[in-house]
């Protein structure tokens, strides 16, 4: 059985990621609050990222990008904001090891 690393490519997605969707998730855009469209378009952009090496399944059926996109969106809202703030902040030490903390959070489902 072929494993693939999920939490490797989260967590890269996350170095990846344009810095106006982590401002938006961070509430540290130009409107100042957080921003739900940012979660929507970051987890597009993981399922994008995913699907290019792994298939989506619940209880061995096939599941499409959009209710994948949905469940993730929702995981990248509940983040505090207080880690996006962490993400998008000027020391890359702090920053790197909050991605790596976010990466292994995500649910199993």
Known sequence: MVTYDIEGGIFIRFA??????????????????RDPHCATLFAHDIVGALRRTLGFRRQGEPVDDAAVEEFLATVIWDIPVEDFVV????????????????????PSG
Do not use: E, F, H, Y
């Not at 990846?16 to 100042?32: D, E, F, S, T, Y």
């Not at 993400?87 to 995500?106: N, Y």
């Open 16 to 33: 990846m990621i344009g810095r106006p969707v982590l401002n938006g998730l961070a509430a540290k855009g130009q409107r100042r609050k």
């Open 87 to 106: 993400l998008v902040g000027i020391d890359a030490t702090p920053r790197d090891a909050m991605k790596r903390s976010v990466s292994k959070r995500w």
